[in-house]
């Protein structure tokens, strides 16, 4: 009976221990779970908060670009009138040179001659620099400015010497 006492008294205080130790493995459990409930909303708050961030840095980068689109549309629209007034500067040049053709001598008409046809293909030129420019793309715009400034340079100076004596527009041309 002493054994029988004895194991009963064990399964006893086996029995008071887990009572004490079941629940407290019960709230463990639910600590876990809410903390795991915790987690999750501050990932999904972060996941928000970051989504925010992304949508506010893609608004961003879209108006640098719609800025940098405007600015090369300006740019571009800004070398065209450039372009466009050099025409008419050179449109009336040739027009005053075929004036004063018909009242010059007949030795200063193959000069004239000369310097007018020289000009008109400079107007076909630029002609074609202004379509280019037209078309141009951002990928070569560094490259058509850079040309398009060569051509209009070229045809200021070319308008200078023009402006001079017909007799001294071919000097000094290679």
Known sequence: MKTTKLTFLAVLMCLFTISFTLPSCE??????AENVEDEKEDVQEAQRDAQGNVA????????ARVD???AWMKEREDMRMELQEERVKLDTKINDL??????????????YRKAIADLREERREMD????????????????TKA????????????????????????????
Not at 128 to 143: G, H, P
Request: charged share 50%.
């Open 27 to 32: 709230s463990k459990t639910e600590r876990a």
């Open 56 to 63: 506010e840095e893609q608004a961003e980068l879209d108006s």
């Open 68 to 70: 940098l689109a405007e």
């Open 98 to 111: 075929e004036t004063d053709m018909k009242a010059a001598k007949a030795d200063a008409k193959e000069d």
């Open 128 to 143: 074609a620099k202004t379509d280019r420019l037209q078309n141009s793309t951002k990928a070569n715009w560094e490259e």
């Open 147 to 174: 040309d398009v400034r060569q051509t209009a340079d070229r045809v200021e100076a070319k308008l200078k010497k023009a402006g001079k004596d017909v007799k001294d527009y071919f000097k000094g041309d290679n």
